[in-house]
């Protein structure tokens, strides 16, 4: 999380210095520094037209098509609103969209090295889970692959696609905490909440080092016996 400060003006010409707290997933006023009033916190920020302050009762032209940015301030307990001319709010929504465009590809690495070190940290704790995903989204690939393959009349049955040459049950066998993570991924996609939930518990379980049997027991028992007999 970054903080910027941008100067700004009221319609009135009284200064204004607003700071923003920005990360890749947006930005927010924290702060707004008015000249004669000091430095207040903000509570909400909106857009409004003229006509609609000119309404609540703001000496401002009663036009629909101008704009301005409101920032709700609390002072002391109580709370005011700045008005700030869209002049100046163009100014700092340019400002913003720059120093976002500036920031893409560095927010970009950082998110990809957070994913990295994630899946890093889950490895550790499931030993193979990369290796089985691998080799799932290999064979998942080949069928969809030999299955175009097929209907493509033109081919022949030339230039089909080589099958993988991963062993997923070798892999399965070797890395069984694995396979039951992966297990449970699918249950947490299943459209049932109690089986969704069940996953997401042995998922959970796995990834802070419980035992497979715990988790196993999470899956196998997802559906509650009295709705089996029901």
Request: aromatic content about 8%; some cysteine.
């Amino acid at each position: 999380m970054e903080t910027f400060t941008f100067d700004v003006k009221t319609p009135r010409g009284v200064a204004v210095s607003i700071e923003i707290e920005m990360d890749s997933k947006g930005w927010r006023p924290t702060y707004c520094n008015v000249d004669g009033m000091g430095r207040l916190p903000v509570i909400a920020h909106n857009i409004c037209s003229g006509k609609t302050l000119h309404k609540s009762g703001f000496p401002l032209p009663d036009d629909e098509s101008t704009y301005y940015s409101v920032y709700k301030l609390n002072d002391n307990g109580s709370t005011c609103n700045v008005i700030i001319s869209p002049e100046s709010s163009h100014k700092m929504g340019d400002e913003i969209h720059a120093l976002r465009a500036a920031r893409k590809e560095q927010w970009k690495q950082e998110w990809l090295k957070e994913q990295e070190a994630e899946a890093q940290k889950l490895e550790a704790k499931v030993p193979g889970l990369a290796a089985l995903q691998a080799a799932y989204e290999a064979k998942t690939a080949y069928r969809e692959a030999f299955r175009v393959a097929m209907e493509d009349e033109s081919r022949d049955g030339v230039a089909m696609p080589a099958q993988p040459e991963t062993d997923v049950a070798a892999l399965e066998t070797e890395f069984p905490r694995a396979a039951l993570y992966i297990k449970a991924e699918e249950y947490s996609m299943a459209a049932d909440d109690r089986k969704a939930t069940a996953g997401n518990r042995a998922k959970k379980l796995l990834a802070e080092g419980g035992s497979e049997k715990d988790a196993a027991a999470i899956l196998e028992n997802w559906l509650p016996e009295s709705a089996i007999w029901n």
